[in-house]
């Protein structure tokens, strides 16, 4: 939501000074056009650390000669106009909040200069960095390129001239040291460092190709002796491009304060787009590319296209989630028991399951409740719900009675297994997640023995981790690898407990994998032994194959599968507790 970053210049010029005064070490990204910009200004990674919730996001946005030029299909030496680079600068300063920081090249000479200054800090920029290579530049990535230092007298000269005409005290000037880039001696780098700070600049960057970061370790203590005896405290920034395997803490505690990831999302965008590209022409067809592609509708929601529809709608999303209860089975358990009755209709402490159900979904604001009905379907009452009736659901599965609510599914749904029970929490907690398909799955199954005769739906996590070396652990990671109810439970991280929640986008792609399985395959398949049983554990897994990502909420507890009398009375204990 676009409109929600809105931010003047004055109010966004001093954010990176004011963060830098109170402490923190700067994370930076690249951004090349509006979109990526959005990307960096809101992406956010969610955990928790030592039982706190942690949250990890950039705190500024860089803008980068190289990647602006590569997005306009440029090489990186100069050769964009720098009015060219404002309008990439202003597209995205109008969809962000977050503090900019621009990549200034050579900054020209020291009249070109003096204007760019002037027009970033009116812009709401809040810095510019400038290295000392003589115009035009080349990049300093690329091996075996010549790179031409500027004498650093004269640089000296163009930060003064630069500081002389901003206006305010938040914006900064940094220049950048390319010594070691020119295969220079560090004494080099360090005698640069002292003529740019006496010349009145607000910090020094300095780059390297190295792989190693040793000598970025090595200046960080030179510079602090140079502060020292000038006695100045001036920001010291890095961008560990080649040298990315040491982390952003280690860097922090040499004395970097901005850490700069300068090229990451135009690299990665390119990379995909090649693949994207190829596998259309490899298959003749787009629909293979798929997994590989966000859906429009993301895009759309990203840079704002669905913002009024969503404002419209906002009251009725948060009561209005179609919810389908899949009950059309005969249980093979409970026939003499309910003498004809479907499992819906169990009693349990005085209320049916399936009064208990439109109970806790009623409490959580969930009022379109639709029960897809089969055996004993004259049996099946209650207030509140809507029953579609599955006639062939003898020769099908529980995934057929599911599809038979698809009209219900368009917009985005919740499922839930008729034989469920489950506290209030877990349905608050699923009408907050944003995931596009999310299952809820049950983390204490690895402490239970199996009971025979008791069909489970297992999961294994794609990213686990031995529990003793995980100190954070982030919501993001809740991915499933596998699902299926012959899954060995000792490689099993979860269980499934038969609720899931489907965004617009998650259910067009189940749709679409559905229809798509039904049309083309016969036989057995994924865990099945006919495509006609195929059941829902079988489709996800198949989603799954496809390069889908189905997420998972973790629960521990708070649930109950109702398979036996056992189970009944578990229940019956618990509701009169």
Aim: with cysteine.
């Amino acid at each position: 939501m676009t409109l929600l970053n809105n931010t003047l210049p004055e109010q966004r010029r001093g954010k990176l000074k004011a963060l830098l005064e109170k402490g923190h070490t700067v994370r930076v990204l690249e951004a090349h056009n509006g979109l990526s910009g959005i990307i960096a200004n809101n992406i956010q990674v969610k955990g928790e650390s030592e039982g706190k919730p942690l949250i990890r996001e950039f705190d500024a946005l860089w803008e980068s000669s190289l990647t602006d030029s590569a997005s306009k299909g440029h090489p990186d030496i100069e050769v964009v106009t720098f009015d060219s680079r404002l309008q990439s600068i202003n597209e995205i300063l109008a969809v962000t909040n977050k503090p900019m920081i621009v990549d200034g090249d050579t900054g020209g000479d020291a009249n070109a200069f003096e204007y760019t200054v002037s027009k970033l800090e009116r812009a709401g920029v809040s810095a510019v960095i400038i290295e000392d290579k003589v115009f035009p530049k080349r990049n300093s990535l690329e091996p075996g390129v010549q790179q031409n230092l500027e004498d650093p007298e004269v640089f000296a000269q163009k930060i003064r001239r630069g500081k002389s005409v901003q206006k305010s005290d938040e914006f900064m000037i940094i220049a950048r040291l390319e010594s070691l880039i020119a295969g220079k001696p560090m004494e080099d780098a360090v005698n640069r460092a002292i003529i740019y700070l006496r010349a009145g600049v607000d910090g020094i960057m300095i780059h390297s190709k190295s792989k190693s970061a040793d000598e970025i370790f090595e200046f960080a203590q030179h510079y602090k002796d140079i502060c020292k005896q000038l006695n100045l405290n001036k920001t010291l920034v890095c961008v560990p491009t080649t040298y990315n395997q040491t982390t952003e803490d280690e860097l922090s505690a040499a004395g970097f304060r901005i850490i700069i990831h300068a090229n990451h999302l135009l690299r990665s965008a390119y990379k995909a787009m090649m693949e994207t590209a190829k596998t259309i022409l490899r298959n003749q067809r787009s629909f293979e590319a798929d997994p590989l592609c966000s859906t429009v509708r993301e895009i759309f929601k990203t840079v704002g296209f669905l913002d009024v529809k969503e404002k419209d709608q906002e009251n009725e999303q948060t009561t209005n989630v179609p919810v389908i209860i899949p009950a059309a089975g005969e249980d093979p358990v409970f026939k003499e028991t309910l003498y004809g009755k479907p499992k819906a209709m169990l009693e349990i402490s005085g209320k049916t399951l399936l009064e208990h159900q439109i109970q806790t979904l009623n409490n959580g604001n969930l009022a379109d409740i639709t029960v897809i009905a089969g055996y004993g379907r004259d049996q099946i009452k209650a207030e509140g719900v809507s029953i579609l009736e599955n006639p062939d659901f003898k020769n099908g599965s529980m995934l057929n009675s599911l599809f038979i609510g698809k009209e219900k599914m368009r917009n985005g749904f919740i499922m839930l297994y008729s034989d469920i029970l489950m506290e209030d929490a877990i349905i608050k907690e699923l009408m907050g997640r944003q995931e596009d398909i999310i299952l809820v799955a049950d983390n204490s199954t690895q402490y239970h023995e199996p009971q025979e005769g008791n069909i489970l739906d297992f999961i294994i996590c794609k990213h686990q981790s031995k529990p003793a070396r995980r100190e954070i652990r982030f919501a993001s990671e809740n991915v499933v690898a596998k699902i299926g109810s012959k899954i060995n439970p000792e490689t099993a991280s979860h269980e499934f407990i038969g609720l899931a929640r489907f965004s617009k986008t998650g259910a067009e792609q189940l749709i679409e994998t559905y229809n798509d399985v039904v049309k083309n395959y016969k036989g057995q398949f994924q865990e099945s032994k006919d495509i006609s049983r195929l059941n829902f554990t079988d489709l996800i897994q198949e989603m799954i194959d496809r390069g889908f990502v189905v997420n998972f909420m973790e629960i521990h507890k708070g649930w109950l599968e109702i398979h036996n009398a056992e189970h009944i009375a578990l229940a019956e204990k618990s509701f009169s507790a």
